[in-house]
């Protein structure tokens, strides 16, 4: 399978924007196994690839209304404050950064920040429960900061005023097809990442006809193009 070429790679751009969970940290797979889980108790007919497939990269507001759309009602807050609290506890045993991020954060010459659909808590508590949060405070921004989040553009454009770069100068790095819309919504190149253990070759697919300009299996493609 091949992709378009990369318009602008990561050491050309003026600014790299990293998504969180699934690019910087391993989390989506047991935060989709644990959404499910609380989901199904509620009562809705969703398993662990249901929810990657619709509400993957999605904010809590966003994926509120997806469910609304395909199961006719949102969950209420008591079943929201149960996942919050079951994703927790999972992430304390079992989250890692994703393999290699720590190399390329110590090589990126570009500026970087993150744009994430997690709030900002939980953005705070993984990233330092994996030692990235250091590396990348305080340019940390979360989609709770926004009026409309991925799919649509306001998060990755946020970020980009706020760190002065223009959004044609900026390189998303995004594993959800949401956040791959985002970001040409916004007019930003685009890199699929598909390293975590949530995505396979079809998830790549699926970001490619998103519009993702380049697909990669893990940082090691990324390497030699990071360094000025």
Known sequence: MTFPHLAMSPAAADLVIFDCD??????????????????????????????????LGLSVA???????????RMPDANVLERIRI???????????????????????????????????????ATLSQVGLYPRLA?????????AN?????????YAANRMQAAASRCVVIEDSVAGVTAARAAGM???????????????????AAAGADRIVESYAELGGMVAA
Do not use: N, Y
């Open 189 to 207: 190149a685009v890199i699929g990442f598909i390293g975590g253990r949530h995505c396979d070759r079809a998830h790549g697919d699926a970001l």
């Open 138 to 146: 305080p340019h940390i921004f979360s989609a709770t900061m926004v």
């Open 22 to 55: 699934g690019v910087l940290i391993d989390s989506e797979w047991i935060a989709c196994e644990v959404e499910a889980e609380v989901l199904r108790e509620d009562g809705f007919d969703i398993d662990t690839d249901g929810v990657r497939r619709l509400l």
């Open 86 to 124: 079951r994703t927790a506890e999972a992430f304390a045993t079992r989250l890692q950064a994703i393999a290699g991020i720590e190399q390329i954060l110590d090589h990126l010459a570009p500026r970087r920040c993150v744009a994430s659909s997690s709030d900002p808590a939980r953005l705070q």
């Open 62 to 72: 966003s994926a509120a209304k997806v469910l609304q759309r395909d199961f006719g």
């Open 149 to 157: 989040g991925k799919p649509a553009p306001d998060l990755f454009l």
